[in-house]
T-cell receptor, first 114, second 113 residues
């Protein structure tokens, strides 16, 4: 089944404890992206990747890191999480870089930072 | 810069009512426009899209027309069903690069029988 998977789905952690949220797609998509969803703010793009080893900042990259060493994986790294990073995170992928392709979203990861 | 503004929710309608969710945008170039839907507890799914002015996107009875003169992409459905209850997001990306996406704040729709 074609899908985007994220792990973990739920995570409660404490301030300053490094964590990684994994994202994997099995559709051979070039483009991958991370978003956070917050009430009243909608979805905001954190980082995106146009292909292996090519990443760029979205609207809200502060406090996050990403890497794209393989085409299928795009992990989101929080080196020192803070309570303002408590949010619902979505990973997405699309076939090609460039404007009109459908994005396929993962099921989301709900992160709470205490 | 680029941005998307959606009508505030939540919206509550009776089954078979007419739906309009307003969306206007600001873009520096020539954007592609999208409507995504999020059902409870799930990720977003593409509902419809339009890639140039005057294009009409349609899917599952929903329609939206790309209006460059009014910078709008309003979502409409003639007769909503209970199963349409979800959060709807308007979004844009610049067509020539398509790498950065901008989403609206989302509009929650509840349809009651």
């Amino acid at each position: 089944e074609a899908q985007v998977t994220q792990n973990p789905r739920y995570l409660i952690t404490v301030t300053g404890k490094k964590l990684t949220v994994t994202c994997s797609q099995n559709m051979n998509h070039e483009y991958m992206s991370w978003y956070r969803q917050d009430p009243g703010l909608g979805l905001r793009q954190i980082y995106y990747s146009m292909n292996v080893e090519v990443t760029d900042k979205g609207d809200v990259p502060e406090g996050y890191k990403v890497s794209r060493k393989e085409k299928r994986n795009f992990p989101l790294i929080l080196e020192s999480p803070s309570p303002n990073q408590t949010s619902l995170y979505f990973c997405a992928s699309s076939p090609r870089q460039g404007g009109t392709d459908t994005q396929y979203f993962g099921p989301g990861t709900r992160l709470t930072v205490l | 810069g680029n941005s998307v503004t959606q009508m505030e929710g939540p919206v509550t309608l009776s089954e078979e009512a007419f739906l309009t969710i307003n969306c206007t945008y600001t873009a520096t170039g020539y954007p592609s426009l999208f409507w995504y839907v999020q059902y409870p507890g799930e990720g977003l799914q593409l509902l419809l899209k339009a890639t140039k002015a005057d294009d009409k996107g349609s899917n599952k009875g929903f329609e939206a027309t790309y209006r460059k003169e009014t910078t709008s992409f309003h979502l409409e459905k003639g007769s909503v069903q209970v199963s349409d209850s979800a959060v709807y997001f308007c979004a844009l990306t610049e067509s020539n690069t398509g790498n950065q996406f901008y989403f609206g704040t989302g509009t929650s729709l509840t349809v009651i029988p």
